[in-house]
C-alpha cells in the first residue's frame, strides 16, 4: 500500500475556525444583550450555541478551541465596567466547570454524530447491497451488475470518478463499467497496459487495497489518462472471485481533498459482498453459455445424424459457432493435396471476399496456415507492431485475433475451422469450445464420405448387373436364339423333303417345328425382360409405350422428354415403370393406369398412379426394394403413396447432374 501524507489544516479547517469565531461572537453579543436583565454567569450555557455546531460538523478538538474562545470572550468583554470577573474564584470555578462541560458536551455530540454517520455509511452500503442483489436475482447481464456496483462504490464513498476493471489473460486490463458525477468520464472497453503508476498495477501486484495521492510525473497509459481528465488521488481495492484476483474497483477524486483514511478498509468490506456477487453472476452467465452452447451443438448434431448434406452442416456449423463465440469471420476449409485450401462453409464473409468453393493458400503467420502445417489448434492475437507482418487479406480485413482448430477425419488432417476477431483477443477456453464443433463436422465428412462410398458401391452393382443382362440378351439373341431359329428352318425343309407316304413322320416334323418356333418366341420374350432392346435402340418413349402396350389394363403414356440420357438413368426408369405395372396387374386389380415422365430443375421426375386397390406396403416387397436400391444408388428418391381403396402413386426423382455424369447426354433425340 502506498504511504498517506499527513492530512494538515485546508480550506476546511479554515472555514471551521471563521464559523467558530462567528458563533462566539454571535453569542457574546446576544448575552451582552440579556446581562441587564439575568445573571450574567447564567448565560454563560448560551455559549454551548456556539460549541455544538462545531462539535457536530467539524469534531472535538476544534469544539475544545471553540470552547476556550468563548470562555475567553465571556471572560474579558462581559464584565461590568471597571471590574474583573475572574477576580472573584467562584466565577473562575463557575467558567472551568463550563469550559469542562463544553468539552464534554462537544466530545459526545461528536460521538454521536461520528455514530450517526458510520449508521448511515452502514445502511446506505446495505442498501446497495440489496439492489445489486436484487439485480443478480433478476438474472441481469453481468454488464448490468458490473455498473451498478461501480456506481454504488462511487456514490458510497464521495468519489467523482470510478472504474471497474478486469485483468486479461494477457498482462492487460480493461475497463467493464464507468461511473461519474462530473462531465468527464473514464473508459471503457478499452485495455491498457499495466506499465507505470496506477492502482491497477499494484493491485494486480500486491493483492490488496491501494492509493495513491497524486499522479504528477508518473508514466503509463493509466496515469496519462488520470492526468488528463484531472484527477488527484484514486484509493482501489481487489475483487477476489474463486480466491483470484479477478478485477479492481478504483474510485477517483478531482479535489485536492484526499479521501479519508479508512477508505480502503471500507471498500474492501465492500468488495468481499459484491465478489460473490459478480461470481453468482458470472456462474449463471456461464450456465447460460453453456447451455446455448449445448443447444447449438444438439442443433447441428441433430443435422449430421440425420444425413444432411455436408454443406448445409457447414453452413450451420459456421452459423452456430460464430454466434457462440462473437466471432466476426467464420470458415470452413478443407486441406488440398496441392498444398492450398478450400472454402467449404462460412458466415460473415462480406462481398468480394472469399466465397463458397474458392481455393486459396494459407499464407503464414495466420492460424488456419498453422493448423494446416502441423494439424494442431493455434491462435494468433495481432497487436500493431504485428499487423504489418500479416498476410495482405488478413490486414485488410483488420483482424485481432485468430483461433483455428483442425477437422480430422479418419486420423487425417482433412481440414479446418477458424474464427477471426476484428475488436480484440478471444477467451482462452476458445479453442476447447470448437472441439466438440469440429467433432461434429469430421463426422458428417465421415457419414457423407460413406454414403457416397455406398451409393457409389451400390452403382457399381447395379451397373455390372446391368452389363450382365446387356451381355445375356446379346449372347441369346446372337447364339441360342439365332441357332434355334436356324434349327427350325431346317426342320421345315426337313419336313418338306418327307415322302407322302410317310405322312405320321411329316406331321411329326412339323410339330418339332412348330413347337421350336414356340421356343424361339419366349426366349424372345426372356432375351426381351432381361435387357429391352427397344430401350437401348429408341429410348424411354417408345420402351415406356411399350410396357403400356403389354400391360394388362389401358395405361396412358405422357413423355415430356425427347432427350436421352445416361443409361443407369433410362435402365432405372424403365424397370420402375415395370415393376409397377406389374404389381398393377398381380395385385391392385386396377382399370386404368398412368405413367408421365419429365425434365424439372435438373432431375428427371418419373410418376406412376393406378386406380387399384391399394394398400401397397412402402418398403415391403422384393421388387420394390430392389428398385429403391436402383434409385437411391443413383442419388435419386422414390416415394411409394398407397391409402387402401385409392389407388397407388409411385414417385421417382433422378437427378441429372452428378460427379462424373452430364445429362442429358449428347445423344440424338428419340425418334417421333
Known amino acids: 500500500m502506498a504511504p498517506t501524507r499527513l492530512?494538515?489544516?485546508?480550506p476546511r479547517w479554515l472555514r471551521g475556525l471563521l464559523l467558530g469565531v462567528a458563533l462566539v461572537a454571535a453569542?457574546?453579543?446576544?448575552?451582552?444583550?440579556?446581562?441587564?436583565?439575568?445573571?450574567v454567569l447564567s448565560l454563560l450555557v448560551l455559549y454551548l450555541l456556539a460549541v455544538l455546531p462545531i462539535a457536530v460538523v467539524w469534531g472535538a478538538r476544534w469544539a475544545a478551541i471553540t470552547s476556550v474562545v468563548s470562555v475567553a470572550a465571556f471572560a474579558f468583554l462581559l464584565p461590568p465596567e471597571g471590574s474583573v470577573l475572574i477576580a472573584d474564584s467562584r466565577n473562575v470555578v463557575a467558567l472551568g466547570v463550563f469550559l469542562v462541560t463544553a468539552v464534554v458536551v462537544a466530545e459526545l455530540a461528536a460521538r454521536s454524530r461520528r455514530a450517526a454517520m458510520r449508521s448511515e455509511r452502514l445502511i446506505t452500503a446495505q442498501s446497495a447491497l440489496r439492489r445489486i442483489a436484487t439485480l443478480v436475482a433478476e438474472s441481469d447481464a453481468p454488464k448490468v451488475v458490473f455498473e451498478a456496483v461501480t456506481r454504488e462504490v462511487g456514490l458510497l464513498f464521495g468519489a467523482d470518478l470510478a472504474r471497474m476493471e478486469r485483468y486479461e489473460a494477457d498482462g492487460t486490463v480493461i475497463g467493464v463499467a464507468a461511473w461519474s458525477r462530473v462531465p468527464v468520464q473514464l473508459t471503457v472497453g478499452t485495455r491498457f497496459n499495466l506499465d507505470g503508476l496506477s492502482v491497477a498495477r499494484d493491485v494486480g501486484r500486491t493483492g490488496e487495497p491501494v492509493r495513491?495521492?497524486?499522479?504528477?510525473?508518473?508514466?503509463g497509459e493509466i496515469a496519462g489518462e488520470a492526468r488528463a481528465l484531472g484527477i488527484r488521488s484514486s484509493v482501489g481495492c481487489p475483487i477476489v472471485v474463486a480466491g483470484q484476483v479477478w478485477g479492481v474497483i478504483a474510485a477517483s477524486k478531482k479535489s485536492d481533498e484526499p479521501f479519508p483514511a479508512n477508505t480502503e478498509s471500507q471498500i474492501a468490506r465492500f468488495t468481499e459482498l459484491v465478489a460473490t456477487a459478480i461470481e453468482n453472476t458470472e456462474a449463471r452467465a456461464e450456465l447460460h453459455r453453456m447451455a446455448d452452447e449445448q443447444a447449438a451443438l444438439r442443433r447441428v448434431a441433430t443435422l449430421a445424424a440425420r444425413g444432411g448434406a455436408p454443406d448445409l452442416v457447414f453452413a450451420a456449423v459456421a452459423q452456430e459457432l460464430g454466434q457462440l463465440t462473437d466471432a466476426d469471420i467464420t470458415g470452413i476449409f478443407r486441406f488440398e493435396p496441392d498444398g492450398t485450401a478450400t472454402l467449404m462453409g462460412s458466415r460473415g464473409m462480406g462481398e468480394g471476399e472469399l466465397r463458397i468453393g474458392d481455393r486459396w493458400r494459407p499464407e503464414s503467420p495466420s492460424a488456419i496456415a498453422s493448423v494446416q502445417a502441423t494439424g494442431q489448434s493455434a491462435r494468433y492475437d495481432v497487436d500493431d507492431t504485428q499487423r504489418q507482418r500479416l498476410p495482405p487479406f488478413l490486414r485488410d480485413w483488420g483482424i485481432k485475433s485468430a483461433v483455428a482448430s483442425p477437422i480430422l477425419v479418419e486420423r487425417r488432417c482433412w481440414g479446418g475451422i477458424s474464427i477471426a476477431s476484428r475488436r480484440g483477443p478471444f477467451p482462452l477456453a476458445t479453442e476447447q469450445r470448437m472441439v466438440e464443433f469440429t467433432e461434429i463436422v469430421a463426422t458428417a465428412i465421415a457419414n457423407a464420405e460413406s454414403q457416397a462410398q455406398l451409393r457409389a458401391s451400390r452403382a457399381r452393382v447395379i451397373a455390372a448387373g446391368d452389363d450382365m443382362r446387356r451381355r445375356l440378351e446379346r449372347d441369346l439373341h446372337d447364339g441360342a436364339q439365332q441357332r434355334l431359329v436356324s434349327?427350325?428352318?431346317?426342320l421345315r425343309l426337313a419336313q418338306a423333303a418327307v415322302p407322302g407316304y410317310l405322312p405320321q413322320l411329316r406331321a411329326g416334323i412339323g410339330q418339332a417345328a412348330a413347337d421350336l418356333t414356340e421356343v424361339v418366341d419366349e426366349l424372345r420374350e426372356i432375351a426381351r425382360g432381361i435387357h429391352p432392346a427397344i430401350l437401348a435402340e429408341g429410348g424411354l418413349g417408345p420402351a415406356l409405350r411399350t410396357l403400356a402396350r403389354r400391360a394388362a389394363a389401358p395405361v396412358d403414356v405422357n413423355v415430356g422428354t425427347r432427350s436421352r440420357y445416361p443409361p443407369p438413368i433410362e435402365v432405372a426408369t424403365y424397370y420402375v415403370v415395370s415393376e409397377a405395372l406389374t404389381n398393377m396387374a398381380k395385385h391392385a386389380d386396377a382399370s386404368r393406369a398412368e405413367v408421365s415422365l419429365e425434365e424439372q430443375a435438373g432431375a428427371l421426375r418419373l410418376r406412376v398412379r393406378d386406380d387399384g386397390a391399394g394398400g401397397a406396403e412402402p418398403r415391403g416387397g422384393s421388387g420394390l426394394v430392389g428398385l429403391?436400391?436402383?434409385?437411391?444408388a443413383l442419388g435419386g428418391s422414390i416415394d411409394v403413396v398407397s391409402p387402401v381403396g385409392h389407388g397407388t402413386v409411385i414417385d421417382v426423382s433422378l437427378p441429372l447432374e452428378r460427379p462424373g455424369d452430364t445429362a442429358p447426354q449428347d445423344r440424338p433425340p428419340e425418334p417421333g
Open 27 to 39: 453569542v457574546t453579543g446576544v448575552v451582552a444583550l440579556l446581562k441587564q436583565y439575568v445573571p
Open 487 to 490: 434349327l427350325a428352318l431346317e
Open 212 to 219: 495513491l495521492d497524486s499522479f504528477e510525473g508518473a508514466t
Open 7 to 10: 492530512n494538515l489544516p485546508g
Open 628 to 632: 429403391r436400391d436402383r434409385v437411391e
